[in-house]
């Protein structure tokens, strides 16, 4: 218990002398501020514009053609991880169903003590007989690794696939995914997500936010990390190759599983990761309702689980182990960048505000305002970006979404600077509880119900058990 | 229920029987160290081997023509050289924009770059005079604009051989010497615009070159604001070069491109007003200078020197100088201007040319040194639409072609080469090096000597007394204050050149100044500068 407080004091007293040494030569300090202020600012709109860094560059990210009808090759295996999800697994496992590809496993891994769930899913697997595999376990931890590499074992597909129970999988994505495999040889597949609803009364303010994040991250900033050879991946629309899965011995445990994989899979496997973008072929998720509201869904929360994930990455280290300098350099930017972003957050103002403030020469002061030529791009970038979402998606983008994105940015920057440190703290003093986004209305039973501890028990085509 | 072989379970969905996974590597494991794709360097070298070649030598070649006399000549001609040099020593020795009142009437990257330049090769104690410090770092900055001359006319298509024609009319003019060994921030703003033009024509159309090519501008802007006005032509580069949509976007790229090229270059030149903002000298106000009062001097209350269609005007009497100084390229590039127009791909470098000389039609004020941006658009134009009409295969039409430029050559060529003899053997400052080293052994510390801009670093750096720029009387409160509180009496010498336009422009409208020559009486005279001193 001692060693873990170690670290967090020695960093702020490190802090401290930092920030004492700072105010004793202002003008060096601010010269630093300004020049890590600038980096940050330069190194996000760079990613923001990878996608679009020459006229042709874009077409990089598109899928290939599908592979025709009955010359599929590959199998894939899609596992389902459900928790407490009765009311929808049926319609999500029917939308898995209407796959266009042939060879197509479906697995839905499921907690013993789930009851309604594992129901839902026998009355579906009664409706269509041999067409899923239901794996039910029991895992001491929490967290969905566990019902993956419960399922994993039961994989017969050459790649497989997590997929969320809420998840909407475009019908004609493994016939696409198959296609890329065949064109570039990769191990793992990432494909896109995006959040659909830019909200529409003033407290969803910060849902275009949101969908934007997202728009970015799977338009541009997957191939600037897929070109840097490190992809912390995605949680769903991912394909993994299932040996090479199996040799990582499944999935980490990590609150955030599937960076893990991704980040162990590219540091230590050397896998080739490669992603395509199709708004067609995206899979289609919602912004979390609220920002700070745990039951009904926190956009704060779910930030808060997730860059605690990517923290604790970052701290693990894998990442040292990218083959040249630049790879670990680009890695431990993509981990590291929430957390930079956060302070740059509180850096910026604080240094704009100590030029005006304080005695500084004047070429120090003009330079502490050129980061904000790099966040003038950005914002650029972020709106031309909601207006081709709304294209892409055929989505209606109204006035007030774009000035939601011109003036509140900075108030949702404080929200993921704030999300960021509070990952931190969850990091070192958290209780390691992972927070469900969205889906903590129904609560678990008292106590998991009797069933073989330990054990996984398989429902093998649920027709066959009846 | 009993676990059961996963393969024996497997549901109609799934595929049995043998993989057909395409070739994965050997893993698991870590890999192996991964194949470094070709280091960027050498395959730059070996692919721009002959470029580099050519250019080398054309290099040395204008860099030898420049730097032969480039302490003598031209001698006294325009004290802004003395005026940028003194700034920059004020930024290294004061740690102020300058060595006066900043007033806001240029950006002050280009002095900036004097004092880098001095500061590290130690030029204000290196040199005899300190405005060679200036004149060498216009020497480096003319080999780098040669050198980008050369990268935009190969990236405008042109060969080689036309290229490094376009280097040596830039280089070897009589004219460009004139103005290029000439301290002045034209000098350094021709040579980052030049560096845009090259960026934005750049083969691989990135984003990323678009972007420094607005950097470029804006450092372009920084050094000298007049060079601002050639920003359409810029612009009309960037997009022309990008061409047509990016595939399969549905929105131009272009656009885009353009749009970012905008936020960089407003945005870094955007810092100076800014500047001006934190300073408090944004608006004009009593007890301060702005920068809008500038501007507003700049545009409304200076002086036009009139339009080019006048013949008395004073831009008419310049540009009859310049066509003087060298007819081949003035002349050569106002035919090569309508022809160029005719090529699609040097419209923009031709309308950069095109939008200078309309503003000298315009009627304005224009600058001294204003030739100073027009030179590597012409020489670029010339050399282009020789290699357009050279480009034409037919026999017919190139040996016409090649007669006349073989004439043109014969007759330019030995009319330049004599100039630039004529002009090793002058030594513009003897009078004035003469005059310092008098003043510094017989005058003593701190007594105020009026003076033009050429003298008054070397009095600051080489002589004990202090010295005090001529046109600043009467203007600079500060001066008057803290020099000459009680007027002409605290003036003690003055080294004036009656007969040139440094000192008998300033003089009207300074009652000091008047007055302090009403009490002086020359006590030596060095060529054509006299040294006045002052009764009480």
């Known amino acids: ?466 | 229920m009993t676990a059961t072989e996963p393969a024996a379970l497997a549901g109609p969905g799934s595929r049995p029987g043998t993989s057909e996974l395409p070739p994965a590597p050997a893993r698991p494991g870590p890999r192996d160290a991964p194949p470094r794709t070709g280091p960027g360097a050498a395959r730059w070298l070996a692919l721009h081997q002959r470029s580099l070649l050519v250019l080398f030598g054309a290099l040395v070649v204008t860099g030898a023509a420049m730097a032969w006399n480039l302490q003598g000549f031209p001698g006294r001609a325009n004290d802004d050289e003395g005026t940028y040099v003194a700034r920059a020593w004020a930024m290294i020795a004061q740690h102020h924009l300058a060595n006066y009142t900043y007033f806001w009437d240029h950006p002050f990257l280009g002095w900036a770059t004097i004092a880098a330049w001095a500061l590290a090769t130690d030029g204000f104690s290196r040199d005899l005079r300190a405005v060679m410090a200036g004149r060498e770092l216009m020497w480096a900055t003319t080999l780098v604009a040669a050198a980008l001359v050369y990268a935009l006319s190969r990236r405008l298509a042109m060969n080689r051989f036309f290229a490094v024609t376009a280097v040596l009319l830039f280089g070897l003019s009589p004219l460009a010497i004139w103005y290029h060994r000439m301290v002045s921030l034209d000098n350094l703003a021709t040579m980052w615009a030049l560096a845009a033009f090259a960026l934005a024509a750049s083969h691989r159309r990135s984003l990323a070159s678009i972007v420094w090519s607005g950097a470029c501008f804006a450092a372009a802007t920084w050094s000298k604001e007049t060079i601002a006005i050639i920003v359409p032509a810029l612009l009309w580069q960037v997009g022309q070069h990008l061409g047509g949509d990016g595939a399969g976007r549905g929105y131009s790229v272009r656009r885009k491109y353009i749009r970012a090229f905008l936020v960089v270059y407003c945005g870094i030149v955007g810092l100076y007003p800014l500047m001006a903002v934190i300073k408090g000298e944004l608006l004009p106000g009593a007890g301060h200078v702005s920068l809008l009062g500038e501007i507003y001097y700049q545009l409304a209350g200076r002086s036009s020197t009139g339009s080019l269609l006048d013949p008395r005007s004073g831009t008419y009497q310049q540009a009859a100088q310049w066509v003087a100084t060298d007819p081949w390229l003035t002349l050569g590039a106002l035919a090569a201007l309508a022809a160029a127009f005719a090529v699609r791909r040097y419209r923009p470098v031709a309308l950069a040319l095109l939008v200078q000389v309309l503003y000298m039609v315009k009627g304005g004020y224009v600058p001294y040194a204003y030739v100073t941006a027009l030179l590597p658009f012409a020489a670029v134009l010339i050399a282009g639409t020789l290699d357009w009409l050279w480009s034409r295969r037919a026999a017919w039409f190139r040996l016409p072609v090649l007669a006349a430029a073989v004439a043109c050559a014969a007759l330019m060529l030995p009319a330049w080469g004599r100039s630039l003899v004529a002009q090793s053997r002058a030594n513009g400052f003897a009078a004035q090096d003469a005059a310092v080293a008098w003043i510094g052994r017989h005058l003593t510390q701190g007594q105020v000597v009026v003076c033009d801009d050429y003298v008054w670093p070397d009095l600051r750096l080489r002589t004990r007394t202090t010295p005090v720029y001529l046109w600043t009387i009467d203007y600079d409160p500060a001066v008057m204050r803290d020099y000459l509180p009680d007027g002409y009496r605290d003036i003690r010498y003055l080294v004036l050149d009656p007969s040139s336009p440094l000192t008998y422009t300033a003089l009207p409208g300074r009652p000091t100044l008047a007055a302090a020559l009403r009490h002086a009486t020359v006590i030596a005279t060095f060529g054509s500068i006299d040294v006045y001193q002052v009764t009480r």
């Open chain 1, 1 to 466: 218990m001692k060693r873990a407080y170690l670290r967090p004091v020695l960093g702020g007293l490190a802090a401290v002398m930092v920030i004492a040494g700072g105010l004793a030569v202002i003008p060096v300090t601010l010269f630093v501020v300004g020049l890590y202020n600038l980096a940050i600012s330069s190194m996000e709109a760079c990613w923001r514009s990878y996608a679009e860094r020459h006229p042709d560059a874009y077409a990089e990210l598109s899928w290939p053609e599908r592979v025709a009808p009955g010359a599929e090759r590959l199998s894939f295996t899609l596992i389902v991880c459900a928790l407490d999800e009765a009311p929808v697994i049926a319609s999500t496992l029917a939308k898995l169903l209407l796959q266009s590809h042939r060879f197509c496993q479906v697995i839905v891994s499921l907690r013993d003590f789930d009851a309604a769930t594992i129901e839902a899913v026998r009355a579906f697997g009664d409706e269509h007989p041999g067409r899923i595999e239901t794996v039910i376990g029991h895992y001491p931890e929490k967290g969905k690794h566990a019902q993956l590499n419960g399922a994993l074992p039961y994989a017969t597909g050459d790649y497989v696939c997590p997929i969320d129970a809420e998840g909407d999988v475009a019908p004609e994505l493994l016939v696409h995914v198959e296609s890329l495999i065949h064109q570039t040889g990769a191990d793992i597949v990432q494909g896109a997500v995006q959040l659909m609803n830019l909200g529409s009364r003033p407290r969803e303010w910060f849902q275009p936010h949101n969908v934007l994040e997202y728009y970015a991250w799977f338009s541009s900033r997957m191939l600037f990390q897929v070109d840097a050879g490190f992809v912390p991946l995605g949680g769903n629309t991912v394909f993994l190759r299932t040996e090479l899965a199996r040799a990582a011995g499944g999935w980490p445990n990590s609150v955030t599983e599937d960076c893990a994989m991704g980040v162990l899979l590219c540091a230590e496997f050397g896998a080739k990761a490669v992603a395509a973008f199709d708004p067609a072929l995206a899979t289609r998720e919602e912004v979390p309702p609220t920002i700070f509201s745990k039951p009904r869904g926190s956009l704060y929360f779910q930030r808060v689980r997730w860059l605690e994930g990517i923290y604790a990455e970052l701290v693990r280290g894998r990442w040292l182990q990218m083959p040249t300098a630049r790879q670990r350099l680009l890695a431990g930017y993509i981990l590291a960048a929430p957390l930079m972003q956060a302070v740059s957050c509180a850096m910026l103002p604080l240094a704009l505000a100590s030029s005006v403030a304080l005695k500084v020469p004047e070429g120090l002061v003009l330079f502490l305002y050129t980061p904000l030529i790099p966040l003038a791009l950005t914002m650029l970038s972020m709106l031309s970006g909601l207006r081709q979402f709304g294209r892409d998606y055929g989505q209606r983008v109204r006035l007030w979404h774009y000035a939601s994105i011109l003036f509140l940015t900075p108030v949702y920057q404080v929200i993921l600077a704030a999300a960021a440190l509070g990952a931190v703290y969850r990091h070192y003093w958290g209780n390691g509880e992972w927070y469900r986004t969205g889906r903590g209305m129904q609560h678990r039973p008292g106590g998991p119900p009797a069933g073989p501890a330990g054990g996984s028990r398989r429902l093998a085509g649920t027709g066959a058990s009846r």
